[in-house]
């Protein structure tokens, strides 16, 4: 018996031993991140929009990845953090509340905790598409309010404040966009960590049962509705976290922060990145915030792009780009990578052709309908395009169809190939 202690003993020495150099990396990546940017004020942003987008999805995965809560009202959370903390800030400026601008985030946090505890006290009573419908409607009604209620949301010109007139912590005074990255990262370190404790809690782990058999949770003696009530609240502490850290970082909180499409971030996020492993919804809020910035940049139709990789995702990714990863986690331990990348690069061809097709057929698409009369040309892949001729239609449309055919045809032999160095890098076939 004293061995098998010592043997689990020397077991979480080693986990906490190496969470603990996990998180020190973090630490380490997230204040050396602004050295590689070259003072590119566009790279801070970014950086800073990722750190708001990496608290909400985690937030959002504690309902979904590890509740198993389908939600459409998150920006309830989010957006009423923001706004309350813009009208806390407000009261800074006049002096009539004393609070030091880095710790306005825990006035974020406090309203979506409150919320989250009214609305999850009645809403968490059910489960699946009722629970599902009841976020819908509450995340409606609250942005209705919105516009209904000016002299607290203020209309469709927003809320409006200055970050930099409070009171200086350390001289610092958050005018620059450098210490704000400071600022976003530091609670991007906290709330990350306290979401990853909450994941390794017995409540955290409850949350997974009553996710995956809520009858098996009540037979141990847990309340599945008391669990999912505190993942809940959870979820709408650090939603109005990072609400709050959108209102210091814009100045600016409009209806904009409770419509649909800031519930539906969340979402996104978290379903391409990989609901129910943690690092998931880190990776959904890299690749969307990267989309929504730079691809915003080229193209007025990102959205599209958006939500066809997201429909795409569903449908042959279930598990999220972190699921794609861990799938290949065995074949690169059994250093087996080398014999199914081949076979990746055979299909990578058609991708790509079904990648331009689309791509092409929508930017010629929306070109030809939005373009002033007599301006026709456009640039598409660094190529002069004219959107009146059907040569682009026919052209890209052939890229399309001959791309998906191909990766039709390829696509049989790429799961073979797979199943069988998959099989092998387990050690259940031949080596």
Known sequence: MSTLTDMRRDMNARMFKQQR???????????????????SDFALTVSI??????????????????????SFGMAVYFGMGGFLSMHFMNMIEADTVWLPMALLPVVGAFIGLVLGLIIGSF???KAGTIFAMISLGIGELVAASSLIFVK???GEEGVTGDRTMGPEMFGVDFASELEVYYLVAAWVFIATLLMFLFSRTPVGRMANAVRDNPERAEFVGYSQRFVRLISFAGAGLFSGLAGSLF????????????????????????????????????????????????????????????????????????????????????????KKLKRILPVYGKIAL??????????????????????????????????????????????????????????????????????EVHKEALGGGDK
Request: aromatic residues 14%; proline residues 4%.
């Open 21 to 39: 150099n996990m998180w020190i990396a973090v630490a380490l990546v997230l204040g050396c991140l602004p050295l590689f940017y070259g003072g």
């Open 49 to 70: 929009q990722i750190g708001m987008m990496i608290i909400f999805s985690l937030a959002y995965n504690m309902l979904l990845g590890q509740g198993g809560m389908l």
């Open 123 to 125: 809403s968490t009573r």
């Open 152 to 154: 607290f949301f203020g």
């Open 247 to 334: 209102a210091i970082t814009y100045e600016i909180v409009t209806e904009e922060t409770l419509n649909a499409v800031t519930s539906g971030a969340p979402l996104i996020m978290v379903m391409i990145g990989g609901a129910g492993y943690f690092i998931g919804p880190i990776i959904g809020a890299i690749f969307y915030t990267l989309l929504s910035t730079v691809l915003s940049n080229y193209t007025e139709i990102w959205l599209m792009y958006v939500g066809i990789i997201f429909v795409l995702t569903i449908m042959y990714l279930p598990a999220g780009l972190t699921g794609l990863l861990l799938m290949h986690n065995p074949i690169i331990k059994a």
């Open 350 to 419: 058609p991708v790509i052709g079904i990648f331009l097709g689309i791509v092409g057929l929508l930017e010629v698409g929306h070109y030809a309908h939005n373009a002033s009369a007599g301006d026709m040309t456009m640039s598409l892949f660094f190529v002069s395009v004219d959107t009146s001729s059907y040569l682009p239609w026919i052209f890209f449309t052939g890229i399309l169809v001959g791309g998906f055919m191909l990766a039709k045809k390829q696509a049989p032999s790429v799961a073979e190939t797979y199943e």
